[in-house]
Structure formats: structure tokens, C-alpha cells
């Protein structure tokens, strides 16, 4: 895995940046795990929010670990929920539990496992969650099953009734390997529907960055968990432009494709 440690953050008490040979990968607030500090988790965050409102229970299926930042924030802001985490590097999860440990309260089950062979483990067993969060990274790198329709629609096909997938897009300017995400969910289930946030400036194509892409099976999707769903929540995307980080743009629809396809 490379040189993996932590960073003290200068702009509160609690706060610790997981770096991997000096690239930040994570960020964690121990003392407040509801302060997300990173952008893209902001967002995802507001996902989840909008999922499930605060109090409220939820099973989450995160793949990739990191300093468990996620997986923190929704404990703290949903107690009693069920969240299993997986992770391929059992060195980090080590420096993750030796320097900013989890409480066996909490109700986080962390297991060193590939992703693939999770998702495709929890699909043979008819495991059911309300979200499942993908954040496959090192650096930069994403694995090649990432991208695969078979694993995302696998994703897909572990959600229960109205669940969502959440994945974080690490993008070049020109939006490739959004575009990639997108086509892949689109042939996993075509019936399924799309949405995607981020930076203005990611998402014209203009800057290299990060997207979140949220994927719905659509009513009677392929890959949807019966009873199947029934696409993206209402008022998902305005809850996602008016939230922040500022700038956001939203695409979902008509204004989506046209953003990863152009005019057909």
C-alpha cells in the first residue's frame, strides 16, 4: 500500500487526514463525525440524508474503507444502523483502527475483502441494503471491476426497496471515466436512472475532480431487488444543488446526457 499515516487537521482538535505516501485519501473529525470535511463526502452525505432522515436506521454497504469517514457520520447521525465495510488493504485498516478507532457500539463491521468478490459474495447471499457507497481509490487509481457493468449492476441488484448507489467519481477533465460509470450502469439496467454532482467546473468538462454519480433501479429495472424500485427519490437533485459545496451543478435526465454524450 505505500506509506500510510496520519495528518493532525490545523482547523480543529479532532480532526485527522489519512494520507497514503503523502496523498490524501480521507478525513476524519474523531471529536465531531458529523463535520465532512472533503467535498465529494459532503455530498454523498447529503444523499444519505436525504435517503433517510436523522434518527432514522439504515443498512450501508461502503466499499472502501479509508479512515471510515462515512461510515462515522452515519452512526452518529443514525444510531442503531447496520454498516458493513470492506476493504482490500488490511495494513490501513490497522493504521485506521490503531490511530482513530471505531467503537464496537457503533454498529460498523469492517472486513478485509477485494470489493468484487464482496458485492459478489452479498449477492449470492441475498444480502439487502438501503445504501451501498463506492469509494475505490488508491490516489488516483481506481480498480478496473470498478467500471465493470456486471459489479455495478450487482451494486444495483443488493439494494432494497427505494435504495441507491452512491458512487465517487475521481475524473480528468473531460469526464471519462464518468461517462464510463454512466454506460455501465445504463448496460447493467437499462431501465435504471442517474444523477450527478459536483463542481461546475468538474462537470462542464473544464477541471479534473470529483463527481458523484447516484444510481436507482427504475420500476421493474433488471438487477433491482424485488419489490423493484422505483428510481431516484423526489427532490433528490434540488436538495443536492442547494446544498452545497458551492459552486454545484446537478445533471440528471435529459441535461445528463447531453453532458456525457452530446446531442444525438
Known amino acids: 500500500m505505500g506509506r500510510i499515516e496520519f495528518e493532525a487537521d490545523i482547523f480543529s482538535a ?3 487526514t489519512l494520507l497514503v505516501d ?5 478525513h476524519v473529525d474523531l471529536a465531531d463525525p458529523t463535520r465532512l470535511f472533503f467535498e465529494y463526502v459532503r455530498r454523498i452525505g447529503h444523499v444519505i440524508d436525504h435517503h433517510a432522515g436523522p434518527g432514522r436506521p439504515v ?5 472502501g474503507g479509508g479512515a471510515l469517514t462515512l461510515p462515522r457520520y452515519v ?5 442503531g444502523s447496520r454498516q458493513t465495510v470492506v476493504d482490500v488493504d488490511a495494513e490501513l485498516v490497522e493504521v485506521v483502527r490503531a490511530r482513530a478507532p471505531w ?8 472486513r478485509v475483502a477485494d470489493a468484487e468478490d464482496a458485492v459478489a459474495g452479498a449477492a449470492a447471499a441475498r444480502e439487502r441494503y438501503d445504501l451501498v457507497i463506492v469509494d475505490l481509490y488508491t490516489r488516483l487509481a481506481a480498480p478496473a471491476f470498478a467500471d465493470d457493468p456486471r459489479f455495478l449492476g450487482d451494486c444495483l441488484g443488493l439494494l432494497g426497496p427505494g435504495g441507491l448507489v452512491a458512487v465517487n467519481i475521481a475524473d480528468a477533465a473531460g469526464l471519462a471515466r464518468l461517462r464510463t460509470a454512466a454506460r455501465a450502469f445504463a448496460r447493467a439496467a437499462p431501465g435504471c436512472e442517474l444523477l ?5 467546473a468538474v462537470l462542464d468538462g473544464s477541471e479534473e475532480g470529483n463527481t458523484v454519480l447516484v444510481a436507482a433501479p427504475g420500476a421493474g429495472a433488471p438487477g433491482a431487488a424485488a419489490p423493484r424500485g ?3 427519490p423526489p427532490g433528490l437533485g434540488e436538495r443536492l444543488a442547494g446544498a452545497g459545496p458551492f ?3 446537478v445533471l440528471e435526465g435529459a441535461r445528463l446526457d447531453f453532458a456525457l454524450w452530446g446531442a444525438c
Open 75 to 79: 452512526a452518529a447521525t443514525r444510531p
Open 59 to 63: 443498512d450501508v454497504l461502503h466499499l
Open 22 to 26: 503523502g496523498s490524501a485519501q480521507s
Open 230 to 232: 422505483s428510481g431516484l
Open 196 to 200: 450527478a454532482v459536483g463542481d461546475t
Open 247 to 249: 459552486p454545484a451543478t
Open 103 to 110: 467503537s464496537a457500539a457503533s454498529g460498523i463491521e469492517v
Open 14 to 16: 479532532g480532526g485527522l
